[in-house]
Structure formats: C-alpha cells, structure tokens
C-alpha cells in the first residue's frame, strides 16, 4: 500500500474518531441541560496525564504495542444518587516506519494509538444503604493510525455491560468491590485473541499509609473478566498541601490469562492528577 492510500485511510479513521467524539459531548451537553434544573446536580472528576517508563500493553487489534503516553479524563454529572460518568483516554506510541502511517519526526514526535471511552448511568436506590451502587455501561475500545493492513485494522472492540458496587468506608482502608455481566460483544485476551467476556469480579482497594491533605496510600486495583486478570498495584502522593487536588501515581500493571499464565503484558506507569469537583 503507497503513502497516499494509507493517508487516506488515516483520514478516515481520523473522521471516525471525530463523529464519536462529537456523539459523545452532544450527549453531555444534553445531560446537563436537564440536570441544570435540578438544584442537587454537580460535576466531578479528575483529568490525567501518564507516562510509560517501560513496558507492553495489548491494542484492540490484538497487538502489543509500547505506550509513550496516555491522557484521560474522568467525567460524573448528576446527584449522589444518580449520575452519568464516563471514563475516556487517548494512547499515544513512537511512530514506527511501516506500522503506523505517520512518519517519525523526531525525538519528541509521537503517534495517536488508540482512544477507548466508557459512558453509562450510576443509581444507589436504597437510602438506607448508600454504599451499594448499581451501573449500567457501555465501553468502546478503538484503534488509531494503523492504515488497512491485515494485522494493522483501524477496527475497535466494543461491548455494554451491567455491575454492581459495593463502596468501602473503613478508617484507612477504602474503595469497592464489584461483579457483573457483559451483555455484548468482544474484548481482548492477553495473547492478542478475541473473547466473549462474560462475568466479571473486581476490585479496588486503597489503604492510607498518611493521613491529612498531603496523603500518601497504597493502592491494589484487580479486574477478572472470564479468566483474564488485570492487576495494577502502587503508590499515590498528594503531595501539596495547600492543593490537595492534585496527586501523582507511580504503578506496574500485569494483564494475563489466570489459567494459561502466559503470555504476561506489563508495564510501568507514572500519572498525574487534578481531582475537581466534591466526589
């Protein structure tokens, strides 16, 4: 395939990605012409920025890839008792000559990788147990910049799920725990292959090694969806006490299949975040 086909194909991928984004604010903005009656109605979150050290992660495609970096955005709008959220990041990887269809311009060029987006509704209907939390979900997962080869798609995975959470509130141990179903479609197993994913189990766990506006924790996050475990465990700082909203990450995740144990994706990650809002 010439350069110019593998442009073009760019330019639609690129053109895609535009109409899911626009889909996506419309969406928002609608939710929060009807929530702007509702005097109870807030908006909370937190944007992100991180930087893969070293390591792999698998792509919707089924390839492993190295991340350079990846830029995030946590969004909630609604009540403590029902909300929309949505969780979206873009991924970005060193242009590689014939992989990606951009060329390499650099030390400080980098190539857009893939952008995957969950958005769903959030209810905890029982007054008198406000720690249980049921979420309705959809979740695309997209591959950016691949040009039309066979083992380079600009495809996606995709799917819609349901969950229920349960909110921990201890002293110094916090987080949830979770279970649930995917209804549809695919993801991506370890070794590149797609599945059906089925049930799901997870958690995630944080316990306070400080305590007060500069907090230091620990924190342990797992997800099993039908025998493939993501786990990701490290250390968070808010170090600024007079902006106690921003912290900074460092962690390792692994992703593997819990009955073949191989092959093992890995990787080193380093975030900063800027938590808005009362969540």
Do not use: C
């Not at 895609?16 to 009807?34: E, S």
């Not at 050290?53 to 919707?60: D, E, L, N, R, S």
């Not at 492993?64 to 949505?86: E, H, Q, W």
């Amino acid at each position: 395939m010439n350069g110019k086909a593998a442009a073009g194909i760019d330019v639609t991928t690129n053109i895609d990605l535009l109409r899911k984004t626009v889909q996506i604010v419309m969406f928002y903005f609608l939710i929060i012409l009807i929530l702007s009656k509702n005097a109870n109605a807030e908006v909370w979150g937190d944007v992100n920025l991180g930087i893969y050290p070293a390591g792999h992660i698998v792509a919707p495609n089924g390839l492993t890839y190295k991340p350079l970096f990846r830029l995030g955005a946590d969004l909630n709008i609604g009540t403590r008792n029902i909300y929309i959220f949505s969780k979206n990041y873009l991924f970005a990887e060193k242009p590689i000559p014939g992989v990606t269809t951009n060329s390499n311009q650099g030390n400080f060029d980098f190539s857009k990788r893939e952008f995957d987006f969950k958005i769903g509704l959030a209810a905890r209907p029982f007054t008198d147990n406000s720690q249980l939390e049921f979420r309705l979900w959809t979740v695309s997962l997209n591959n950016l910049n691949r040009g039309k080869y066979q083992d380079k798609p600009s495809g996606f995975k995709d799917g819609a799920a349901l969950e229920m959470r349960y909110y921990l509130t201890g002293k110094r141990t916090w987080g949830y725990v979770t279970g649930g179903y995917y209804l549809t479609k695919e993801l991506v197993q370890p070794n590149g292959e797609a599945y059906k994913p089925g049930m799901f189990v997870g958690s995630k766990l944080n316990y306070d090694i400080l305590t007060g506006p500069q907090k230091l924790y620990a924190f342990m996050n797992v997800m099993v969806v039908n025998m493939n475990g993501l786990f990701e465990g490290g250390l968070a700082w808010r170090p600024f006490k007079k902006s106690p909203d921003i912290e900074m990450r460092f962690s390792e995740s692994w992703y593997m299949n819990i009955r073949e144990r191989v092959p093992n994706q890995n990787a080193l990650f380093f975030e900063l975040i800027h938590y808005f809002g009362s969540g």
